[in-house]
């Protein structure tokens, strides 16, 4: 099943996809991209569905700032009675064409997946200066028996690790693409990445030896509102119960209009050799 969840006009567009399933109601966090008179500002926004085709109107998570522009949500973790939600600035103050080099990564904190806290840094370098820690964006958490994995866009991708979302320690850094989505299926992870145009997927088993598995652009060349780019893939395991057991949550670029012009949109699917790969 594929569904068009929102497309992109002229004051907004849609990108960055992240989703978390609790309870019956998925709820979705993306990029919202408005285009003002004086620019683009970037915020988290929020919107949630139950059955993956109807969707309640976005609401805006986070503050109207350019030098902020909280953005590109990675996934929600839950640890200690909260749920964290990962998430990047993409500072463009001074009109710049993508986020500068104070661009860093962030966790909001919420009880109920509704209401979230200021975001806070994530200090994946380990003790250092917040100026030393280089450009990063894009995160993304994976909870492994009590270890917390952060990937992040900074130099291909890079890993930290931690077990209490506070301190981290620096792992290292693979070639990849950007918006990185991990999952864990028995002893092997499948790490799916967005290069140039698509969804890459790669594997490995200990984070130091990967294979790489091709990419796929879906059904692109029939999509105008996508005729640009396929990318930001998230892969999402939905329980058993369902008539599904994956949602591919992804956006497609048209900046035939605007720069960062993207629409959101879902598959599902049962398998993931389904996807091509």
Not at 74 to 101: A, F, I, K
Request: one cysteine or more.
């Amino acid at each position: 099943m594929f569904h068009l969840i929102f497309e992109q006009i002229d004051k907004h567009s849609y990108r960055d996809p992240a989703a978390f399933i609790k309870d019956g109601v998925i709820y979705l966090f993306f990029t919202l991209v408005e285009n003002a008179e004086n620019g683009q500002y970037f915020y988290i926004a929020e919107s949630t569905s139950t059955d993956f085709i109807h969707w309640s109107e976005p609401v805006i998570l986070t503050e109207k700032d350019k030098s902020k522009n909280y953005s590109s949500p990675g996934n929600v973790v839950e640890y200690n009675g909260h749920y964290y939600l990962c998430l990047q600035t993409y500072s463009r103050p001074n009109g710049e064409t993508y986020g500068n080099d104070t661009s860093r990564i962030y966790t909001m904190k919420s009880r109920d997946l509704i209401h979230w806290d200021e975001p806070e840094i994530i200090m994946v370098k380990g003790d250092i200066p917040v100026d030393d820690m280089g450009r990063m964006i894009d995160p993304y958490i994976l909870e492994d028996n009590g270890i917390f994995r952060c990937f992040f866009k900074q130099n291909g991708v890079s890993l930290s690790t931690s077990t209490d979302l506070k301190k981290w320690a620096f792992q290292g850094s693979t070639d990849c693409g950007e918006n990185v989505c991990v999952l864990k299926q028995n002893s092997e992870y499948l790490i799916f990445h967005s290069p140039e145009n698509g969804i890459g997927l790669l594997k490995t088993r200990d984070f130091n030896h990967f294979e790489n598995c091709g990419i796929t652009t879906l059904n692109q060349s029939e999509w105008f509102w996508a005729k640009d780019r396929v990318t930001a893939g998230f892969v999402l395991e939905l329980p058993e119960d369902y008539k599904y057991r994956y949602a591919l949550f992804f956006h497609g670029d048209n900046e035939e209009k605007q720069l960062f012009g993207a629409s959101l949109a879902v598959t599902l699917f049962n398998s993931l050799n389904e996807l091509l790969f």
